[in-house]
């Protein structure tokens, strides 16, 4: 089955930078688009940026800053890369992946931004 682990959130001071990291399985990920995605408190989920495995497309939402989306096929892992971080940008992150025509996520890890 689809698994998605995300890690690399915490406290970070504004101006900050994240790294986050998602680890898959259960599905091909050389030829799977993966997305990111956030929640901030309160709001709904939004797309971030997503992927594609295959063919290196990558489609960032420039509106939520300049985040930088990569991924390692050796590793199965997606990254997700945002310096200058600003209190706006406090979120749970999750990874995703859609397959069997449903939109999988992992558990999230949590970014806050504040000093």
């Known amino acids: 089955q689809v698994q998605l682990v995300e890690s690399g959130g915490g406290l970070v001071q504004p101006g900050g930078s994240l790294r986050l990291s998602c680890v898959a399985s259960g599905f091909t990920f050389s030829t799977a688009i993966l997305y990111w995605y956030r929640q901030p408190p309160g709001k709904q989920r939004e797309m971030v940026a997503s992927?594609?495995?295959?063919?290196?497309?990558r489609d960032v939402d420039s509106a939520k800053g300049r985040f930088t989306i990569s991924r390692d096929n050796s590793l199965n892992t997606v990254y997700l890369q945002k310096d200058n971080l600003k209190p706006e940008d406090t979120a749970v992150y999750y990874c995703?992946?859609?397959?069997?025509?449903?939109?999988?996520y992992g558990q999230g890890t949590q970014v806050v931004v504040s000093s």
């Open positions: 992927i594609n495995s295959a063919t290196d497309s």
């Open positions: 995703g992946v859609f397959k069997s025509a449903q939109m999988h």
